[in-house]
Every structure is written in structure tokens, then in C-alpha cells.
């Protein structure tokens, strides 16, 4: 006898222009995992299709989901995956646009280790396992909770702060090939409360285009170019309009002009102009007055990916977008996106 489920899990844009490490908002595209147990296998069967799939490691003791999926069983005294695992994942979540591909795998992991060891854990202790994987919480809490989120991290005390701080070497180990079921037993529980979050109101009218260029940026390579420290009128340039944006985003009708400034940062964008060609133009020739229906425009995450947030015209304003790009030599493709829902897991 055989039973499924399936976990659907949201892309997601962090940051929307000045809210760096703070902010992000899911997305609909996704990563759905179909998860059969009772057919026999010694070891989980991974299938993959859709983004990534010539990339992503089949085996369950390499890929990220299944190594995150163990972590959480294995906190919770499960030493290993049932035996007869089969698990299909469909992405259409692209690698490297910064668009939380990893922060997806990850959510998709940490409720698959709740589902497998019937743990019922609740959203909040969820969020503690992913953090211990992901240590940025904008893009985990969004893909976990839906909608658009802010987040932090709790200031812990010293033994809870080491716990949360013990290298991601420790959490995920790389297996070595001869790696038995004894191996690694004993990861690091995460503390409780790792991480806070709340749901801002989002305005249903606003969608958001995304521009994907047809490259990869890794978030470190995209993070190196950030500077040590920064100004203090650049901070308060940034906390000014994200203390706006919050509110401005879920006001009817949305007021563009108020939206398109709240959306300009100090803090990431203007180091990562140079990893993204056409960034510069894109964020300061395309306004509400050049392209009616458009709010604001930033980077989604640490790129290369643009998202633009618009009520209307939004074949016009991505034409324009991947225009620019095209004079930079830089294919693209784009998308209309809803603001979407959190992580779902159906029996």
C-alpha cells in the first residue's frame, strides 16, 4: 500500500529596493515536490524535472532538500528516511537570478522532515530549521509564510547564540561516499525562536514583472562586492523609505510616485552595478511618467534578476527592461508574477 503528498513551495524576491536582509516577498513560481511512500527502494529515488535539472544531485545524501530534510529528522531522534521513498521534484524556480532557489529547496526540505516524521511542527519552529541552513531570513520566512514579509533575527542568549552560529558544515556535513546510516548522527537542534517575522499588507492590483537575464549570479559572488561599512546618510536613506514602503505597498490606490522613490537604495544596488549590466539604466530611465502602471523597480535579491512592481502595462514596461539589456548584449526572458501564498503541504 502506497501513500502521497505533495509540498508546494514559493519563489521569492528579497530586499524590494531598501530593505537588504530585512524584506522579501513570495512569488508564483514554484518548487512542488510529489512524495510516494511504499514503493519499494533501499534508498530515496529522487526524479527532477523542469529548472536546474541537469544540475541538481539525485542522490539524497548530495542534494540539498534531502540533506535538509535529514537534519530535521535526525534533531527529532528519526535516523534515517523510510525505505521506500520515491520523490519527484518539478522546479520553475531558475538557479542563480535571485529569485530563492536555494531558500525554496531549503523550506521544501524542512517541511518534508516534518511531513516523513510526522513531527507537526509548528511554523515558527519551521523557520528555526531553515535558518539554521539559510542564515538570511528574508527569503526563507517569505517562502515559508507567503505574501510579503519582513523578518529579523532574535538577539539569543550567549548559549542559544553559539548554537544558531555552529558552521553550516556541521548542520549539512558533506557525506563522504562510504557514509552509512550511523554517519552524522548527531546534528547541532537549532535554538528555539531564531527568527521573528510579520506580514505587511500587500495592494492585490500590484503584480510584479520579473526580467531574468540568461546568466547566473551566485549570491556570494554578488555579497563580495558589498562594502565592510557604510555611511550613516546612507542608512537613514535606506531606513527612511523602507519605514514607508512597508505601508505604501498595501495603500489603495497605490501611489507611484510615493512608491518609486521608496523603492531606491544605498545600501547593495549601486555596489552590484558592475556584476549587472544595464542595472543603471534600468533603475533610472524607466519611470512612472516614462511607462504609466509602473511603481518601482530594483533588484530581486542579489540578482542578476529585475523586478518591477506595476498595476497595468506590464508588457510595456518589460519590453523596455529587456530593451536596455539587449543593448548591453544581455538576453532575457520575463514573467508577470502574483504575490503568492506560503508553503503548502497536500496529502
Known amino acids: 500500500m502506497t501513500n502521497s503528498f505533495t ?8 530586499n524590494i529596493g531598501p530593505g537588504f536582509d530585512v524584506v522579501g516577498l513570495s512569488l508564483s513560481l514554484y518548487l512542488t515536490i510529489t512524495v510516494t511512500i511504499g514503493e519499494t527502494s533501499t534508498l530515496p529515488v529522487i ?3 523542469g529548472e536546474g535539472a541537469d544540475e541538481v544531485p539525485l542522490d539524497p545524501y548530495r542534494n540539498l532538500m534531502t540533506r535538509v530534510a535529514l537534519y530535521v529528522l535526525r534533531c527529532n531522534g528519526h535516523i534515517t528516511f523510510p525505505s521506500d521513498l520515491s520523490i519527484h521534484c518539478d522546479n520553475q524556480i531558475p538557479f542563480g537570478r535571485g529569485l530563492g532557489s536555494s531558500g525554496a529547496a531549503v523550506i521544501a526540505g524542512v517541511l518534508l522532515g516534518d511531513s516523513l516524521g510526522k513531527l507537526n511542527l ?49 548542520v549539512l556535513p558533506e557525506y563522504p561516499p562510504d557514509a552509512g546510516e550511523d554517519w552524522g548522527l548527531s546534528p547541532p537542534v537549532p535554538p528555539l525562536g531564531i527568527g521573528h517575522y510579520v506580514r505587511f499588507k ?11 537575464p540568461r546568466f547566473e549570479l551566485s549570491t556570494a559572488k554578488a555579497r563580495a562586492v558589498l562594502p565592510e561599512s557604510y555611511s550613516r546618510k546612507d542608512l537613514v536613506f535606506n531606513m527612511q523609505r523602507l519605514a514607508v514602503l512597508t505601508t505604501a505597498l498595501g495603500q489603495t490606490p497605490p501611489d507611484p510616485e510615493l ?20 542595472l543603471p539604466a ?11 502602471g509602473l511603481l518601482g523597480i530594483c533588484l530581486s535579491g542579489a540578482g542578476p534578476t529585475i523586478l518591477a512592481l506595476a498595476t497595468h502595462n506590464f508588457e510595456s514596461i518589460a519590453g523596455k527592461i529587456s530593451e536596455i539589456f539587449q543593448q548591453e548584449q544581455v538576453e532575457v526572458d520575463w514573467k508577470i508574477l502574483e504575490v503568492a501564498e506560503g508553503s503548502t503541504v497536500d496529502s
Open 7 to 14: 509540498i508546494r513551495v514559493p519563489a521569492t524576491s528579497a
Open 47 to 49: 526524479t527532477y524535472s
Open 122 to 170: 509548528s511554523r515558527e519552529r519551521m523557520l528555526d530549521y531553515a535558518l539554521m541552513v539559510e542564515r538570511h531570513p528574508d527569503n526563507v520566512t517569505a517562502a515559508l509564510v507567503g505574501g510579503f514579509v519582513g523578518s529579523y533575527l532574535r538577539e539569543l542568549d550567549p548559549q542559544a547564540t553559539e548554537a544558531a552560529q555552529v558552521p553550516l558544515s556541521e
Open 202 to 212: 500587500w495592494n492585490s492590483s500590484i503584480k510584479a514583472v520579473a526580467i531574468i
Open 259 to 278: 512608491i518609486f522613490e521608496a523603492m531606491k537604495d544605498r545600501v547593495h544596488q549601486p555596489y552590484r552595478k558592475t556584476l549587472i549590466p544595464g
Open 282 to 292: 534600468v533603475t533610472s530611465l524607466i519611470t512612472p511618467a516614462s511607462h504609466p
